[in-house]
């Protein structure tokens, strides 16, 4: 199993990005997906969750700002950032419980390897 996100870049201060991270592999089901970022020298935080029914929770820190989505059909999950502002800069990380086909030991936790939001001031 893998994740693979894109959609990372430059952007300048109030635009737009929009992140996806698709799951590839044996893959039987997926529970719940995140994302979370790491900025430098700062720790690990998790940014939106959503489940399989589309439920979302969010980082008080993005709120009204980003919107998780996913299309479960394509295995992939989106992060739609507005408004961004430089300290949303960071190295944004897609994670997902995953159940693989034919292999014993329930749900899994996978990571996808980042992709690099900049906000310019």
């Known amino acids: 199993v893998q994740l693979q996100a894109s959609g990372g870049g430059l952007v300048q201060a109030g635009g737009s990005l929009r992140l996806s991270c698709a799951a590839s592999g044996s893959i039987f089901s997926i529970n719940v997906m995140h994302w979370y970022r790491q900025a430098p020298g700062k720790q690990r935080e998790l940014v939106a969750r959503?489940?399989?029914?589309?439920?979302?929770l969010y980082a008080d820190s993005v709120k009204g700002r980003f919107t998780i989505s996913r299309d479960n059909a394509k295995n992939t999950v989106y992060l739609q950032m507005n408004s961004l502002k430089p300290e949303d800069t960071a190295v944004y990380l897609c994670n997902a419980e995953i159940l693989q086909i034919a292999v014993p030991g329930g749900f899994g936790n996978y990571w996808g390897q980042g992709t690099l939001v900049t906000v310019s001031s």
């Open positions: 959503i489940t399989t029914s589309g439920s979302a």
